[in-house]
């Protein structure tokens, strides 16, 4: 790690060697991730890197969406030193059903994102169905011939 905080090489990244670094010099930089189905809970490690005399402070906001990308939530953490950034955990939990994220933030860095997937219902097998149906209609047939 250089002395002002940057990343100076892989052994800065709390996991592995790779990490997602995003800015606009214009504005905050933003990096949008979508899952086909509903997600429950999301988040990494993040920080924001001290390139060209930004803060290591900067706010970092995660923000979830729905199918219909209707705001769910939102959450922010202070971004930390690079030293410390292997416990700087963003995350939340939604059961609304998270589609869409986004994270934003002035020279943003992000390691180890990690998500789950929503319950879902299971679906009955077609074996189980007809079973269902045939003691259904075993039952009906009874019931029929006793009134006669």
Do not use: C, H
């Amino acid at each position: 790690m250089n002395s002002n905080g940057d990343i100076g090489s892989a052994s800065n990244v709390p996991d592995g060697n790779a990490y997602l670094g995003f800015n606009s010099d214009s504005s905050q930089g933003l990096v949008e991730f979508t899952f086909a189905s509903d997600i429950l809970r999301v988040g990494g490690l993040v920080t924001a890197a001290n390139y060209g005399g930004a803060p290591a402070n900067n706010i970092i906001s995660l923000s979830a969406f729905d199918a219909l990308n209707n705001l769910l939530e939102t959450v922010t953490i202070s971004g930390v030193n690079v030293s410390n950034w292997g416990s700087n955990f963003l995350g939340l939990e939604n059961s609304g059903g998270i589609r869409k994220i986004t994270i934003s933030g002035d020279y943003t860095v992000l390691d180890k994102l990690t998500f789950e997937a929503a319950a879902t219902q299971p679906v009955p097998e077609p074996a189980s169905v007809l079973g269902l149906l045939t003691l259904g209609a075993l039952g009906l047939g009874k019931g029929v011939k006793r009134k006669q």
